[in-house]
């Protein structure tokens, strides 16, 4: 994992962990043998479920710009590092250093935990409030998929009107294709992307996928690709992160 002297030492995070924590593993999820069969494809998701924290390293391939993630899973607090920005989620609000303009996207809030969503899946399907069944096949491309739709209850996150499809390998079980929606800025009927689930490699047990490709989503079929990010060193943790590391640095300031 590459380290990076801009505003925060990187390599400190993976040693500043709260101690005197016990792990105790929380009550499984209700969810359907449908979906605990393809969870099970993607290895011990349970170990997933009980992490305490996750870490990994992203790269925007085109600009070959690398992304250094780190995360309490239970309160989604948030840290992204990168030569051009450091991004925050301290519990209440985001936050980005040195200012807002060293990102260039629309808002800090929708991309601060974007790609740690979609790495995720399906493991972060499990979260309470979100409800998974399996549904009609879908065709991609010719191929024809077993599907699983994920929807969320109306209070569960800021966008519970999005929708997601899994498009599972009939032969591996495996999340292959995710059609979604964003509904975050405001569209009331937003057209469907897809995106792509490629080489899966195995963290202690955990299955990840080392390449996502973002295409635009017509007729059933993927057509030009919008982007692609590849991800290495995925790490699930015992411990959280302290939360110091999530809070907004001096020169920082909080933005949506």
């Not at 390599?11 to 005197?20: E, G, M, N, V």
């Not at 290495?232 to 640095?249: G, M, R, T, V, W």
């Amino acid at each position: 994992m590459r380290i990076h002297n801009y505003t925060f030492p990187i390599i400190a995070l993976l040693f500043i962990l709260i101690s005197c924590q016990s792990k105790v593993e929380k009550p499984l999820p209700e969810i359907s043998p449908e979906f605990t069969t393809v969870l099970d494809a993607h290895g011990d998701w349970k170990k997933w479920f009980n992490a305490k924290a996750e870490s990994y390293a992203m790269i925007h391939e085109g600009v070959m710009t690398e992304e250094d993630a780190f995360i309490n899973l239970e309160s989604r607090k948030i840290r992204l590092s990168n030569s051009e920005f450091e991004i925050g989620y301290d519990g209440n609000q985001t936050w980005i250093s040195p200012n807002r303009a060293a990102y260039k996207g629309n808002s800090i809030k929708f991309y601060h935990n974007l790609y740690f969503y979609f790495f995720n899946i399906p493991y972060i399907f499990t979260d309470p409030g979100v409800t998974v069944e399996k549904v009609e096949d879908k065709m991609l491309n010719g191929k024809k998929y077993p599907t699983f739709q994920a929807t969320f209850d109306p209070n569960t996150g800021s966008s519970p009107k999005d929708q997601y499809f899994m498009l599972v390998n009939p032969e591996t079980n495996r999340l292959e294709y995710l059609l979604y929606t964003v509904t975050y800025f405001g569209d009331e009927n937003p057209p469907f992307s897809a995106l792509k689930y490629e080489d899966y490699r195995n963290s202690d047990g955990v299955y990840f996928p080392r390449i996502l490709t973002g295409y635009t989503f017509e007729n059933d079929s993927t057509k030009s690709m919008r982007y692609q990010v590849t991800f290495a060193d995925a790490l699930l943790l015992d411990e959280e992160f302290d939360s110091e590391i999530f809070e907004k640095p001096e020169d920082g300031v909080f933005s949506n």
